[in-house]
């Protein structure tokens, strides 16, 4: 079992920056950020392997990335040029191993609570 805990969500305006961050209780090959937004399904952000490689959803591409620190198992996420359709719950997730889906949430065995990303126009 791996235990994620995100934290760093909130309230900002359109065009400001978020940083969020999840811990992991222990290291998993893959990590990621997902989220859901009121009355839509869970849509993958931004995915990352054991090599730091990243995989980024085309609606954040320039705005969003990653930054993850295997030695302490947390990931953080930095949000710039904020709009208000990234309004959403956002979910830190986690999976053993990697493959070739690293935006599909249906491939993540571990989840977080979430943190409410909320942003004003």
């Known amino acids: 079992q791996v235990w994620l805990v995100e934290s760093g969500g909130g309230s900002v305006q359109a065009g400001g920056s978020l940083r969020l961050s999840c811990r992991a209780s222990?290291?998993?090959?893959?990590m990621g950020w997902f989220r859901q937004a009121p009355g839509k399904e869970r849509e993958g952000v931004i995915g990352v392997d054991n090599n730091h490689k990243m995989t980024i959803a085309d609606p954040v591409k320039a705005r969003f990335t990653v930054f993850r620190n295997t030695g302490q198992n947390i990931l953080t996420l930095e949000m710039n040029s904020l709009k208000p359709e990234d309004t959403a719950m956002y979910y830190c997730?986690?999976?053993?191993?990697?493959?070739?889906?690293?935006?599909?949430?249906?491939?993540?065995?571990?989840w977080g609570h979430g943190t409410q990303v909320t942003v004003s126009s």
């Open positions: 997730a986690a999976k053993e191993f990697c493959d070739s889906a690293p935006l599909e949430p249906s491939t993540y065995d571990y």
């Open positions: 222990r290291y998993t090959f893959c």
